[in-house]
């Protein structure tokens, strides 16, 4: 049997032999299909891109009905026990774990690039004292690149390099003095003999210590987190980097686009409407009341569902132990008990068997979050830091790709025909 496809187009009776290559059809290939000489040719639809291959990438392996998630081959759940964040960023960028050399390089590379110009200080007092940090963190990124102009050249590998190292390395700074300026707190700069999330927490938390010691218990749970985040394949967010890149866009302002689209509600924004959905609960006795509400399409179960896993999210179930370790450390959080409840009435109710819902990442990593002492305005921007290297990886590797170019979809057009300008004495 051969792989293709035999199309009979019964409007002309004519047959069309279709290539099938990796389990697609290539769009181009419909545009054959004609019922005249002139016509267009036939094109695909698909809004939401619901069953549309946009690349093709070695990065993350997704098998939605069986819960796997895999960067490079290796499986989630084994990065998160015995990887690095900063080791898993270098996975996702080379395609390969990095020997000792490699990874000592790595690390010290990014360690030594987390200072931001000083400029960007006064950029931030710019700001309202509560205006949200996913808005600001866009704002950065979009100013990170008026700085660095040669970030423009796109097409060169070693400027690439320069500044994915610089994106990766800065994004904690900016994000936790985003946090210290929502306080009035003054800025704590980089401690570059601490890890990559030791640092970042130090950031963030440290008062009036000399020298900041990040309990180790939160240090490696925040690692774990950041391993979590760190790509997904072609979701939301990294569809909008590779497409803003498509247009040969630097790195900063595509993570922007990227940071963006992860800000909504539906994507990266869900952790921190998980916690908004929790504490408006208030309490397990009103979980079946909540639940009612949700069937009755008054609102999401947000932190259930997904594109692709119509499984348990594997990342979840790592996130609903991670959170044991966090709470024995920090206490444990009340609202962790009204999350238990809805998993286990949503789990057993056919409205969200049958819809094949199931907790995602974003179900639990809020309870950490703020156990841990961030506001829930800060849920996206965790989510934000270590995806930068899932989107960095995924935008070298669409510049890479000779197949790719400036990305263009057509369109239905379902507007008016023709028609002349009408003057405004005869409308
Ligand atoms: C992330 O793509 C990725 O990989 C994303 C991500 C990553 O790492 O990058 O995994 C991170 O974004 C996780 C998802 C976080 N978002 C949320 O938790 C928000 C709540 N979830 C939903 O909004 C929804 O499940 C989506 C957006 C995640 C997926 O939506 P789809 O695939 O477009 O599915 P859909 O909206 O068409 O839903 C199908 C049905 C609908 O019911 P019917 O119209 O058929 O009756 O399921 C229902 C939906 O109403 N449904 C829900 C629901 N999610 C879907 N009903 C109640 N609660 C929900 N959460």
Known sequence: MADTLSITDNRTGKTYEIAIQDGTIRAADLRQIKVASDDFGLMSYDPAFMNTASCRSAITYLDGDAGILRYRGYPIEQLAEQSTYLE?????MHGELP??????????????HTFVHEFLKRALEGYRYDAHPMGRLVAFLATLSTFYTDAKDVRNPEIRKQHVVRIIAKMPTIAAWAYRHSLGRPYIYPSNELSYCGNFLAMLFQIAEPKYKPHPVLERALDVLFILHADHEQNCSTSAARGVGSAESDPYVSLAAASAALYGPLHGGANEAVLRMLKKIGNVKNVPEFIASVKAGEGKLMGFGHRVYKNYD??????????????????RNPLLDIALELEKIALSDEYFIKRKLYPNVDFYSGLIYQAMGFPVEMFPVLFAIPRASGWLSQWCEMLDDNEQKISRPRQIYTGPDARDYVPMAKR
């Open 314 to 331: 594997p990342r979840a179930k790592v996130i609903k132990k991670l959170a044991d370790d966090v709470f024995a450390v920090t206490g």
């Open 99 to 112: 020997n000792t050399q490699q990874l000592g390089a790595w690390e010290h590379s990014i360690m030594t």
């Open 88 to 92: 898993v960023a270098y996975l996702l």
